[in-house]
């Protein structure tokens, strides 16, 4: 069984940072696509970064420039750095990945932007 277990979401002011990370357990060969999302209340969620393979991350247009993914091969984890925040950056953050042509995902956490 896979498990995706978030960390470092909390409440920052405008212009703060955050970094968010997830580690993946359990029976694990090769993460082919890593990816986070967030959903902000009564919107959609939304794909905020991504990495297919050995690839560059991607980025969504309102995050790029301010957001960088890391994964870490080794110990099959993934992180989110978040720096000049705002207040529409609010929202459940949760990481996503694709094993195996299986899709895991962690549990949330929670990302407030507010003075």
């Known amino acids: 069984q896979v498990q995706l277990v978030e960390s470092g979401g909390g409440l920052v002011q405008p212009g703060g940072s955050l970094r968010l990370s997830c580690a993946a357990s359990?029976?694990?060969?090769?993460?082919?696509?890593w990816g986070w999302y967030r959903q902000a209340p009564g919107k959609q969620r939304e794909l905020v970064a991504g990495?297919?393979?050995?690839?560059?991350?991607s980025y969504s247009d309102n995050v790029k420039g301010r957001f960088t993914l890391s994964r870490y091969n080794a110990n099959n984890t993934v992180s989110l750095q978040m720096n000049s925040l705002k207040p529409e950056d609010t929202a459940i953050y949760y990481c996503?990945?694709?094993?195996?042509?299986?899709?895991?995902w962690g549990q949330g956490t929670q990302v407030t932007v507010a003075s």
């Open positions: 990495i297919i393979g050995s690839g560059n991350p």
């Open positions: 359990g029976s694990i060969f090769s993460i082919y696509v």
């Open positions: 996503q990945m694709n094993e195996r042509g299986h899709t895991y």
